[in-house]
Structure formats: C-alpha cells, structure tokens
C-alpha cells in the first residue's frame, strides 16, 4: 500500500502546491490541507498543535522548511511523524527524488598541499596563523615557501613550531641549503629535487617531489624516478602546470604522459600557476583542474592563495575535491551533487514564472510588501498595487515609505538583494540573506529549525522605545 502524506500549507501557496503534486505524479498518496494562515512560511510547531485536528489517515506529515518550532516533540504528542520538506514549494519535485540518494562527500583521496608564499618575511605567530587557517579550509599540507634571495634565519624553528601544532609540512625552496635546512627541521616533504639534486634526499628523511632538471624534460624525470625507485624512498613527480599561453596545454599532456609512463606512481599538480595566475573566478578553475586530477589518479596539489582574487582557492580546492571523488565513484557526471561551488548562478535561480507570480498578487488583502524575482524582473507588490523594475530606484516613488525611515531600509535592502539576484541568476527569498556557496560563510551557519526566528532589525525595540 503506497505511502500517504499530509502536505501543511497556507492560503498563499495552496493553489500552487497542489498544482505541483499533480505535474510530479507521485507513487504515493497525499492530502493538502490549508491550515488557515496566509503565509505557509510563517507556519509554526504551536500553530500545527493548536489548529491541525484532523490528519487524514496520513503516515506522515510534512510542513514547510521554514516552519520553526520543536517537531519532534510535537510529532511524538500528537503520534504521528512530522517532518520539514524544502523552504521552497518549487523544489518539491527534487526534495522527493533525491532525499534517499544524496551523494556523500565526507571522502576524497587528494590531499592539498597550501602554500605559505612570504614565509619568510613573516614572524612565527603569523605563520602559525595562516596555517591555522589553511587547515580550517581543508589544507592537509602547510607548504612553507623560500624566497629567492631572501634570508630566512628562522625557517627551522617555522618547521619545528608547525610540527608541533600537529601539521604536516613541506618546505619549498630553489636552494638546495633551504632543502637541507627544512628537511634537517623535520619536514615531511620537499619542493622540489631532480636529478641532479637527489643527494639531498640520501641526507634526510622527508620525501622529496621530483621535477624535470630542465623544464619539460621528462626523460630527466623518468631517471629521477628510477633512481628514487633503487634506492626504495617514497617519491611524489610534478611535471609542472604552465599558465595559459606560456605552455598550459602542452603541460596537460605532460601529465597525461607521466601518468602513461607510470602508472603508479604519486603525483603533484601546482594548481596556483593557473587560479593565481588568470584574472577568473578560481571556483571554476579548480574544478576543472581537479577534474583532470580526477582522471588521471592525481593525489597532490600546490595550492596558494597570493592573489586577492585567489583568496578562496584552498575551500575551493576542498570542496572541489570531495565532490569530484563522489561523481567518480558514482560514474556520474559532476552534476547535482553539491552546488557551492557555483557562486554566482544557480541551477534553478525563478522558481516562478511571472503569472505565477501575478496569481499571488491577486490573492493578496493586506498592506505588506512581498518581494519575488522572474526572469522579467523584480516585483514587489501588495494589495494596493503591484510594480515591476530593473532597478530599485524606480521603485521607490511608488511605495510610499518617504515618512518611515525603518521600512524604507528594509524595503532597500531587500530590493538590492533581489536586484543582484536577478541579473546574476540566483534564488532570491525575502528576508534571506543570498547565499555564495562556499566562498561567504553564512550569517547563521547553523539555524537551529527549532527555535523561532528573532525579529528584524527594523522591527526590534531600541533602547529610546524601553525608556
């Protein structure tokens, strides 16, 4: 026997959320109830306990996503599971078919290697910091870089201050002192030896990626990787990334080569030679390097975060990593599985159309203004009127707040968020901050559904009001 379920709405959203029930023909069964408020969103746990008196022989109840309150508990007083759906009706569709499926992304195999580029004019409080902060972004490798010609006094208390803040550390040099300095200190690794510099290795411990002696050599590096091989030492190769028109294509086919040549041998990809050195947004950049990674079992990149463009290279590189990994297992295509690298657009950025909206409209009785966004602009409307524009300057003669500064900043803040949403092609909800995947952490990461949304800025007492 198929599932029953009974769907929570408001007066607002009825209409459309049966329309939506009937375009997805579920296998299951379900009852729409309209539990006498206007806005479904403002639904709560004590609303649902004082007005449903009848569950229509569901098993289940769902509510919508915003809907605050303890629910668990109320599920277990009324004997029925009451659960939250999406916080938005149009993604219905989606919520059903993937809520049993969603790919996990707990696991990857590639590990990030996160350069500290001016370590050396950098105390070792400051070094200590950045690191910390690399590691909260996702870095498993503080990669602590030498400058050419720059002394560096204190690269082995750096080595030896990191370690003992339980990192894992590479030291990056072109000087063969700064290798033996860093390795002597107890770095685990060492960037980078060739061939002819492979007596440093014999010296110490860490392990050493290898490069070609000269660049695009890769005959020197298969006999660096022979020698290595001889003498039973771990080894990483990096061929080396190129930036765009100065040799990027061919230097993906270097790797593509290297990985042919050898089939099992560990690998390095220095990432930020392109996401620091193409004016781009990385997100972008590092998934598609990733994705070559991906393919051709790459597990090391140098990643860096110089340029203020880049400054969210290594999250990026972190979540890249983990999705990629789940499509790769999955034999799927990177689709649909986590949206946070996509800053700028979204995958369903107008839920409704611009009569759904229009329906709305003219179900609405009271003076508050309701703000949505379709491809034909953005709308903002109440039962006085309805007005549609581009931009929000030419909305706000019409809305006669000259007189209440309070509603007149919430009214722009608002307008300018589904501005920016509009020309970029993201969601928009009203009282919503807009979300940037990963690269901004969200105002409230970690909204508990069971407690009850404070008041705005706009409608909270100030101090002038207690007195």
Not at 307 to 332: G, M, Q
Not at 341 to 354: I, N, Q, V, Y
Request: net charge negative.
């Amino acid at each position: 026997m198929p599932e029953h379920i009974l769907f929570l709405t408001g007066k607002l959203a009825e209409k459309q959320l049966r329309r939506t029930l009937e375009e997805m023909e579920p296998e299951f069964g379900y009852t729409v109830h309209q539990l006498g408020l206007t806005v479904a969103a403002l639904m709560t746990a004590d609303m649902i306990r004082r007005r449903l008196k009848d569950t229509f022989g569901a098993d289940r109840v769902l509510v919508p996503g915003r809907c605050r309150g303890d629910l668990e508990t109320l599920s277990k007083d009324m004997g029925i599971a009451i659960e939250r759906g999406p916080e938005e009706l149009h993604d219905l569709p989606e919520f059903f078919g993937k809520k049993k499926k969603k790919p996990d992304i707990s696991r990857y195999e590639l590990r990030i290697f996160a350069e500290i580029v001016d370590a050396p004019r950098m105390d070792i409080d400051g070094i200590l910091r950045q690191a910390r902060d690399y590691r909260k972004d996702g870095a498993d490798v503080i990669d602590v870089g030498c400058l050419p010609e720059t002394p560096f006094p204190h690269l082995e208390e750096a080595v030896r201050a990191l370690k003992a803040e339980g990192f894992q550390v590479s030291v990056d040099s072109l000087e063969n002192d700064d290798l033996l300095r860093g390795g002597t200190a107890g770095a685990d690794y060492l960037l980078s030896l060739h061939e002819e510099t492979l007596w440093i290795a014999d010296q110490v411990s860490s392990t050493p990626i290898l490069i070609p002696a000269k660049h695009g050599d890769l005959d020197s590096l298969d006999r660096a990787v022979q020698a290595m091989c001889a003498k039973g030492r771990d080894f990483i190769v990096d061929p080396i990334l190129d930036p765009i028109h100065f040799g990027f294509t061919e230097s993906l086919v270097r790797y593509h080569e290297v990985r042919r040549r050898h089939p099992d041998v560990e690998i390095m990809m220095g990432v930020g030679n392109l996401t620091e050195l193409t004016h781009a947004d990385t997100a972008g950049i590092n998934a598609i390097l990733l994705g070559i990674c991906s393919e051709l079992h790459i597990k090391q990149i140098l990643a860096t975060q110089v340029s203020k463009h880049a400054r969210k290279a290594v999250r990026e590189a972190d979540l890249a990593r983990r999705i990629l990994f789940a499509a790769r297992e999955l034999n799927t295509l990177p689709k649909h599985i986590d949206d946070r690298l996509m800053a700028l657009h979204e995958c369903a950025p107008f839920p409704l159309s611009r009569d759904e909206i229009d329906e709305i409209y003219r179900q609405i009785k009271d003076p508050s203004y309701r703000i949505l966004i379709s491809p034909e602009g953005v709308h903002i409307f109440n039962r006085e009127g309805f007005h549609t524009a581009a931009d929000p300057f030419e909305l706000y003669p019409k809305l006669g707040v000259e007189t209440d500064g309070g509603h007149a900043f919430y009214l722009g803040v608002e307008l300018a968020r589904a501005q920016i949403a509009w020309q970029l092609g993201k969601r928009y909800s009203q009282d919503e901050p807009l979300q940037w995947g990963c690269h901004v952490e969200a105002p409230e990461p970690t909204i508990d559904p069971h407690a009850y949304k404070p008041a705005g800025s706009t409608l909270q007492k100030t101090p002038k009001d207690e007195e």
